[in-house]
T-cell receptor, first 112, second 116 residues
C-alpha cells in the first residue's frame, strides 16, 4: 500500500521560530509537492521537486524554502514563522510522468 | 494556464438521493481531470480520473464522473448518497509548468453534506 507520512499532525509554534515540516514517501516517486490548504482557497502549491536536490517554486513560495537531499524525503522550512502561515500543510508525491498524486495526512500548523 | 472552477462551496443532499458536485475546467491541450475527497482531519484521497476514453469514468466508493468536452465540465455523481459521503471534494486538472513536471491545479473545494 502506498504511503506518504508527515512528521507531525499538529504543531504549535511562536512567531519568529524556524519550523521544519518533514515528508517521507515509500513509493520511490520522483515528484514531491508541498501545498497549503486554507478555507475557501483550496490547495495552493508552495514548492515542488521532480528530482533529488531539484526544487521549483509553486504559486505561493514567499516565506518558505524546501530541501530534498534524498529521493524519499522532502522538507518544508519556514525560516521565520508568522501568524499568516497558520494553515494545514499537505505533502504529496507522484511518479515522474503520472499526474496522479498521493497525499500525506497533513500537518495543522498554528503560529501564535 | 490550466484552471478549474467549483461553483458551489456547499452542497446538501438527502440520504438516498442522487448527488452531483460540479466542476468546470479550462485547459490548453487535452485535459487530464481528477477528483479527490478529504474527510475531516485527513489528507486527500484519490477518487477517479479522466485521461482518455469513455466519457463516463467510474471510481471508488460508487462515485462516477462525466466528462463533457463541449461544456468543459467534469461533474462528480453518485446515484444514492450515504451519510458517510459527507466530506470536502476537490476537482483538479493537470498542469504542465515545464521541466518535465506534472502538477495538479486544484479547485477551491465543495463541501458535501448528506442529511440523514
Amino acid at each position: 500500500d502506498v504511503k506518504v507520512t508527515q512528521s507531525s499532525r499538529y504543531l504549535v509554534k511562536r512567531t519568529g521560530e524556524k519550523v521544519f515540516l518533514e515528508c517521507v514517501q515509500d513509493m520511490d516517486h520522483e515528484n514531491m509537492f508541498w501545498y497549503r490548504q486554507d478555507p475557501g482557497l483550496g490547495l495552493r502549491l508552495i514548492y515542488f521537486s521532480y528530482d533529488v536536490k531539484m526544487k521549483e517554486k509553486g504559486d505561493i513560495p514567499e516565506g518558505y524554502s524546501v530541501s530534498r537531499e534524498k529521493k524519499e524525503r522532502f522538507s518544508l522550512i519556514l525560516e521565520s514563522a508568522s501568524t499568516n502561515q497558520t494553515s494545514m500543510y499537505l505533502c504529496a508525491s507522484s511518479k515522474r510522468i503520472d499526474p496522479e498524486q498521493y497525499f500525506g495526512p497533513g500537518t495543522r500548523l498554528t503560529v501564535t | 494556464a490550466q484552471s478549474v472552477a467549483q461553483p458551489e462551496d456547499q452542497v446538501n443532499v438527502a440520504e438516498g438521493n442522487p448527488l452531483t458536485v460540479k466542476c468546470t475546467y479550462s485547459v490548453s491541450g487535452n485535459p487530464y481531470l481528477f477528483w479527490y475527497v478529504q474527510y475531516p482531519n485527513r489528507g486527500l484521497q484519490f477518487l477517479l480520473k479522466y485521461i482518455t476514453g469513455d466519457n463516463l469514468v467510474k471510481g471508488s466508493y460508487g462515485f462516477e464522473a462525466e466528462f463533457n468536452k463541449s461544456q468543459t465540465s467534469f461533474h462528480l455523481k453518485k446515484p444514492s448518497a450515504l451519510v458517510s459521503d459527507s466530506a470536502l471534494y476537490f476537482c483538479a486538472v493537470r498542469d504542465v509548468p515545464g521541466g518535465g513536471a506534472n502538477n495538479l491545479f486544484f479547485g477551491t473545494g465543495t463541501r458535501l453534506t448528506v442529511i440523514p
